[in-house]
């Protein structure tokens, strides 16, 4: 075991917790991620939080000492990471009665009662976990899932995201994106099922997909969401992008097909100012990203400026110098938090073109 630190607590791993084969997962890396969720937890402020697959009880431990709320339960299958789980909060000396340690499965345990917040964070697909979440949310639950089987869901292994989560994925200029709307997708059956939906808060791709949204109850409200659920044409030859399905692009190629896929919006501008906030109270490094998100526009699908510059044969300006381009011509257009060569606009690729040229 060593002894390590993250936000305000310290904690106890294994020494070969970043692998599967590890009795006790554990990936720092995976740190920045856990702080914009106490960042976001300190917005919503949840009272009774699960976390059914809580390894380390990393998580959990920082929700406890750095948000607060009134009970959690941490839950793993793994005797040894329950055992752990019980070391690290003795060790930040939080009291007994703020937490519940189980040993079940997860997906039986889902079934019991409904929490204020439900944190997903399986190693690789969330999926077998999803088909319970209806039953352990409540309207205005916050939801949390994560997903590490990143190729699948951004377009490089095409055969297992319709496998896994029933969507049509090819490869593409702007797999983050991508990845997270199928993920939100996937999050949305499984909710409707129960006449819930789930209204994005925060998403976030990397190596990993992360989505984090409220839950409301109602079928109309559901019924709404399922309609924004839609196909996407996308052109391999000259980039074009459209929603719904379309046979012929206007450069002449066919169309390549996506879907159907969540084209409603990834976040919610007004909470992520708010988590922006509590990101600089608490001292966490790298805002950058969540400033982007803030001011970034909710059109899908970005574009990336070096795809396209390849396709012209030319090398990429600068990207203040194109949105500057878009905006005087009357588009809307801003970066994304995807993608470092990425932007969102409202003009189309042949518009995008004349002003790259």
């Known amino acids: ?31 920045y991620q856990r702080d914009l ?10 009272s009774e939080v699960l976390l059914p697959l809580a390894a380390s009880g990393v998580r959990g431990a920082r929700i406890l000492k750095e948000v607060g709320c009134e009970k959690i339960v941490l839950n793993d299958a793994n005797p040894s990471a329950c055992k752990l789980m019980k070391k690290n909060l003795m060790l930040n000396k939080i009291p007994p009665k703020s937490y519940e340690i189980r040993n079940e499965d997860a997906r039986k345990l889902m079934l019991e009662n409904r929490y204020d917040y439900v ?54 200029d702007f797999p983050k994106e991508l990845g997270v709307r199928v993920l939100i997708t996937t999050v949305l059956r499984h909710l409707s099922a129960n006449d819930m939906t789930f209204i994005p808060l925060y998403s976030h791709g990397n190596h990993y997909f992360r989505v ?8 109309t409200k559901t019924d709404q969401n399922l309609d924004k659920i839609e196909m996407i044409s996308y052109c391999h030859k000259c980039l074009n992008r459209v929603i719904g399905f379309r046979e012929k692009c206007k450069c002449g190629s066919r169309f390549s ?9 990834t976040k919610d501008a007004d909470f992520v100012k708010k988590a922006l906030q ?30 396209i510059c390849r396709r012209l044969r030319k090398s990429p300006p600068k990207m203040d110098k ?29 518009t995008i073109k004349k002003l790259v040229k």
């Open 278 to 307: 509590e990101f600089f109270n608490s001292g966490f490094r790298n805002p950058k990203e969540l400033q982007m998100t803030v001011e970034e526009l909710d059109i899908p699908f970005y574009y990336d400026l070096h795809s």
């Open 322 to 350: 194109i949105l500057e381009a878009l905006k005087g011509e009357g588009y809307r257009a801003s970066r994304t938090r995807f993608c470092l060569n990425g932007f969102r606009t409202d003009a189309g690729i042949k």
């Open 1 to 31: 075991m060593k002894k390590t630190s993250e936000g305000l607590i310290e904690f106890f791993v294994p020494e070969d917790s970043l692998t599967k084969k590890s009795n006790v997962f554990y990936n720092p890396v995976m740190e």
């Open 257 to 265: 097909h996506i879907g159907p896929v969540w084209t409603g919006p």
């Open 37 to 46: 969720t106490i960042s976001c937890l300190k917005v919503a402020k949840p």
């Open 119 to 172: 944190d997903i964070d399986p190693f690789g697909s969330p999926i077998d976990f999803l088909r319970n979440i209806g039953f352990c949310v409540k309207d205005s639950s916050l939801l949390g899932v994560t997903a590490t089987d990143s190729g699948a869901l951004a377009g490089k292994f095409a055969n297992a995201c319709m496998r896994r989560y029933g969507v049509r994925t090819l490869t593409n």
């Open 212 to 219: 984090m949204g409220r839950i409301e109850r109602g079928a």
